[in-house]
């Protein structure tokens, strides 16, 4: 392909993205995994540089743009390659129009640049969000430990005490190691809300929003695969990728329950007053992740960050009951707003007033309202804000 048909392509998989964030569609991701597939006369240079044109431009634009032209022309602002291939040629995108405008630039919508700021996101903190995440694996120590494992490529050390860390799109999955699950792909911010519930060999633990289990993995790891480890989700799909991966793991002691939206409880009665600990790493706006998915921005709306913080507290509430006197809750949020972070936790504190705030130490991090919370910026990590409550 040539460089201007790269950008053409590009504009029509920006049209497509901001079409599905728009109507809740698929994420960008898919949308490139599928033309790729569809496409197969786009070589690998053509793929590399028609993704990189395209996470560019999401980066560039702060509000949802207009279109996929007015993405890339805004992108044409900062990369001064660009301008030049809008030249009118076969598969090439036109000319630019005289006063044809670009696309606003800006780290996120108005309103959410705004609510960010108030939880003193701005700045440097802000533009970090739209970084790009490097690669981060743990070290599974069901089967591997750091000092010893030697992998294909140099990775250097985290702040979490398995992490490794290595370039962005680094392929491990064709890794020997990879296969043989001594080391998983996790950001060092999961890893570390992981070692926050300081999780024991023999306790009863609940990740009450499980997903794929990346999270639940790192806690049989920690558990030494002694005690019970329940991953429960009502997402049926991401609870049915954690059992491929807990073979590989060789995790023994994961029991997954699905639950009903609405009737959670029901599948965990048999829990109830159980728990050492119950992990919430609570569905949130992602606002933390932004690094790996910069088009989530443009997904969000007042409406539905008004749901997930109601499903917050709901799932907060939940974990109250399944915890066992002298137990804790771990509550996670992969945002870095305040009402789904701090406020939240606050919150639920003086609702449910039988739980007190319970200090922690991690090696990365700063204190947050009742809890720690971690950002790209200062902390190289996903955008985390973790809590811990204990149950006298
Ligand atoms: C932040 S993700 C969890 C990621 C996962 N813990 C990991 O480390 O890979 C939040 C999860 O909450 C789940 N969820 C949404 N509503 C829920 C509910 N009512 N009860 C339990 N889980 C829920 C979603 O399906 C999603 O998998």
């Not at 109507?23 to 599928?34: H, Q």
Request: hydrophobic share 40%; proline share 5%.
């Amino acid at each position: 392909m040539t460089p201007a048909a790269r950008v053409q392509t590009s504009i029509e998989l920006l049209d497509t993205i901001i079409e599905a964030a728009r109507t809740k569609g698929a994420p960008a991701d898919r949308i490139l995994a599928e033309w790729f597939r569809n496409n197969r006369f786009a070589g690998s240079k053509d793929r590399r540089a028609i993704r990189e044109l395209v996470y560019a431009a999401i980066r560039a634009c702060g509000p949802v743009p207009a279109n996929g032209r007015a993405a890339m022309l805004r992108l044409a602002e900062t990369d001064e390659s660009i301008a030049p291939l809008f030249d009118g040629s076969n598969y090439g995108p036109a000319a630019i129009g005289d006063g044809e405008e670009a696309a606003e630039g800006g780290i996120a919508p108005v309103w959410l640049s705004e609510k960010l700021a108030a939880s003193d996101i701005e700045g440097a903190e802000a533009d970090a969000l739209l970084g790009r995440a490097p690669l981060d694996l743990r070290v599974n120590t069901l089967k591997a430990e750091r000092a010893t494992l030697t992998l294909p490529l140099e990775a250097e050390h985290t702040a979490a005490p398995h992490g490794l860390r290595l370039e962005a799109g680094t392929q491990v999955e064709q890794w020997p190691e990879w296969r043989e699950g001594k080391v998983e792909v996790q950001d060092t911010g999961s890893q570390l809300a992981c070692l926050a519930v300081n999780a024991q060999p023999g306790e009863t633990i609940i990740d009450l929003c499980a997903g794929g289990g990346g999270k639940t993995l790192a806690l049989a790891a920690a558990m030494d695969n002694l005690g019970r480890l329940i991953a429960s989700d009502t997402d049926r799909g991401r609870l049915s990728r954690l059992a491929p991966r807990t073979e590989r793991a060789g995790a023994t002691i994961i029991e997954t329950r699905l639950l009903d939206p609405k009737r959670e409880f029901e599948a965990l009665a048999d829990l109830e007053g159980q728990a050492d600990a119950v992990m919430v790493d609570a569905p949130c706006s992602g606002t933390g992740t932004w690094r790996r998915n910069p088009e989530a921005r443009w997904r969000l709306d007042e409406a539905e960050l008004a749901r997930l913080t109601t499903l917050q507290a709901e799932l907060l509430d939940l974990a109250a009951r399944l915890v066992k006197p002298g137990g804790r809750i771990i509550y996670v949020t992969c945002s870095l707003l305040d009402e789904e972070g701090s406020g939240q936790f606050s919150t639920f504190l003086d609702r449910v007033n039988i739980f007190e705030a319970q200090d922690f130490s991690l090696p990365a991090g700063r204190k947050r309202g009742n809890g720690m919370r971690l950002t790209p910026y200062h902390d190289g990590t996903d955008g985390f804000f973790i809590a811990c409550a204990a149950r006298p």
